[in-house]
T-cell receptor
């Protein structure tokens, strides 16, 4: 593994089903993030984690949950999927060294369609 | 509220120069990023500005004016592969990234 990986690459899901999007990074970054990207709206933060064992809510957290049991993994769960959750989901990580120059690195994305 | 504005779409000619503007209103400021995103791919880092002035990196340059809440990305000697969306993002007082909706740049031969 090099960088950030996400799985699955794409998924079609029936409304009401539970789904977990996986994200793994091998850079030992402290912070991890989940975004959704919809046409014309840019990237919107769903949840974030500044360090293993802690999580926080972003701009659009409703309907999503996350966990951060260790440094490398940051799964995103949709408990009961709805069509409005159709989107492209990006996971990102960042080494928070305390300087504003830290850069977010992105995974390749998961394209999710909820029918 | 926090807000970042960029033009939705711009068109330019191969070999020319294009400037993509970004204005922001955020709760605090700890730096501004520009990212490039090709269709169907993840965003990739282009530049970072925290002090006023111009940062040059090859064909790409980024400018910041903190007093005006303004930045631009300048792309020179445009190539067809520069066709992409360009995202402006600001780090706010909580060290969270606030993203603009992106500018889709179309390069014509």
């Amino acid at each position: 593994i090099a960088g950030i990986t996400q799985a699955p690459t794409s998924q079609i899901l029936a409304a009401g089903r539970r789904m977990t999007l996986r994200c793994t990074q091998d850079m030992r970054h402290n912070a991890m993030y989940w975004y959704r990207q919809d046409l014309g709206l840019g990237l919107r933060l769903i949840h974030y984690s500044n360090t293993a064992g802690t999580t926080g809510k972003g701009e659009v957290p409703d309907g999503y949950s996350v966990s951060r049991a260790n440094t490398d993994d940051f799964p995103l769960t949709l408990a009961s999927a709805v069509p409005s959750q159709t989107s492209v989901y990006f996971c990102a990580s960042m080494e928070t060294s305390g300087t504003p120059a830290d850069t977010q690195y992105f995974g390749p994305g998961t394209r999710l369609t909820v029918l | 509220g926090q807000n970042i504005d960029q033009p939705t779409e711009m068109t330019a000619t191969e070999g020319a120069i294009v400037q993509i503007n970004c204005t922001y209103q955020t709760s605090g400021f700890n730096g501004l990023f520009w990212y490039q995103q090709h269709a169907g791919e993840a965003p990739t880092f282009l530049s970072y500005n925290v002090l006023d002035g111009l940062e040059e990196k090859g064909r790409f340059s980024s400018f910041l004016s903190r007093s005006k809440g303004y930045s631009y990305l300048l792309l020179k000697e445009l190539q067809m592969k520069d066709s992409a969306s360009y995202l402006c993002a600001v780090i706010d007082s909580n060290y969270q990234l606030i993203w603009g909706a992106g500018t889709k740049l179309i390069i014509k031969p």
